[in-house]
């Protein structure tokens, strides 16, 4: 017995020194608190569209779009970085870009400033997420007017530009929601990742009155300028961008109703989107648009029954109209994989024969 302690105090007497050693040399690395607050998203949306265009049928499977997103938080400040990847950035010009990348002070919900590239402050439906809008595509009057594929020519951004926002929320009732809501940029007025090309600011804002829980009603307004454009006497010069919008939602328990109309000042391009800078003066320098769609649950949180009536007028003239009847179904596999299904008529008076019909099937998923 004696014998088996002796060396069991041996032994404890060289593992001690070794552990005490290894206790010293383990290093401690402090991860800074802005880095535990980083953190990686992203979807993807997968297309099969295809139309009976007269003289022009077509159907294809498309890659619409993927997108990496960092999102962080720094003190009072939060960040993002996004870069997307798509099959277009007007029709058939693959590209990767840079989309957001902006920081934004908010620590007070009445005062927040934002800087950076980030989505304009015009619409409802711009800022909102390309997948949970719900749709084949935004509506025809937001992609045109709303610096998408805009108007002017800009290359697609998304609704995007580079400049300093300030928001803010008011009036909190007494459960502690607040009734209205406004927002004021100053943009380049030259879409994503392009500096100013006429040294002349757009000017956007928008205010809404929240009267009841899911309901906002609201109007935006837009004035600047697209410069470096091709005119008529052959020289450079800019275009005006003079806009407004009227909107309306309902958006609670799955439920979602929304309609805005959309109203345009200034020449537009030869062809939208695409980086174009010639003007089209044959489009006459007003346009406007309009859609109204609902989105209701059939099975809660499993599948969603939606239809959408949408118009845009590339001159405001019936002429020029173009008009959707959409009906179709989104259904959820989990909270992150949803397919789309929708069925659209449309009628363009551009177009020799004005009616054809469209199929648009959307696998998306979220990570």
Request: with cysteine; net charge positive; proline share 3%.
């Amino acid at each position: 017995m004696k014998i088996i302690m002796i060396l069991a105090l041996f032994v404890t007497g060289f593992a001690l020194p070794s552990n005490a050693q290894e206790k010293k040399e383990k290093a401690t690395i402090e991860v800074p608190q802005w880095v535990k607050n980083v953190k990686f998203s992203g979807y993807g949306m997968l297309q099969y569209q295809g139309q009976d265009t007269e003289g022009n049928h077509s159907n294809s499977f498309k890659l619409r779009l993927a997108r990496f997103i960092l999102d962080g938080k720094i003190g009072d400040f939060d960040w993002r970085a996004q870069i997307q990847g798509t099959n277009a950035t007007g029709p058939g010009q693959p590209t990767v870009q840079l989309v957001d990348l902006y920081a934004e002070w908010r620590k007070y919900p009445e005062f927040k400033v934002r800087a950076g590239q980030f989505k304009r402050a015009f619409t409802y439906e711009n800022p909102t997420h390309p997948v949970t809008q719900g749709w084949r595509a935004y509506a025809d009057v937001i992609n045109n007017l709303s610096g998408f594929g805009d108007r002017t020519g800009e290359r697609s951004s998304g609704g995007r530009d580079i400049g300093v926002q300030i928001a803010g929320d008011l009036f909190p009732n007494a459960n502690g929601r607040r009734l209205f809501h406004y927002q004021v940029g100053v943009y380049n007025g030259e879409g994503v990742n392009e500096t100013d090309k006429d040294n002349r600011k757009d000017i956007i804002g928008g205010v809404w009155v929240m009267p009841i829980k899911g309901l906002r009603i609201g109007a935006f307004g837009w004035t600047g300028s697209r410069g470096d454009m091709l005119l008529a006497n052959g020289e450079k010069g800019s275009v005006a961008k003079n806009r407004y919008a009227l909107s309306a939602e309902y958006d609670l328990d799955q439920y979602t109703f929304r309609a805005e109309y959309l109203h345009s000042q200034g020449w537009g391009a030869a062809k939208a989107a695409n980086n174009v800078r010639e003007v089209d003066y044959t489009k006459g320098d007003k346009a406007d648009g309009w859609y109204v769609f609902g989105i209701v649950p059939v099975i809660k949180s499993k599948l969603h029954a939606k239809a959408r009536y949408q118009c845009y007028r590339s001159t405001k003239e019936w002429s020029s109209a173009k008009t959707s009847y959409e009906v179709g179904l989104n259904y959820f596999f989990t909270k992150n994989l949803e397919m789309h299904l929708e069925y659209a008529r449309i009628n363009d008076r551009s177009l020799a024969k004005h009616n054809y019909n469209m199929v648009d099937v959307e696998m998306d998923f979220k990570f």
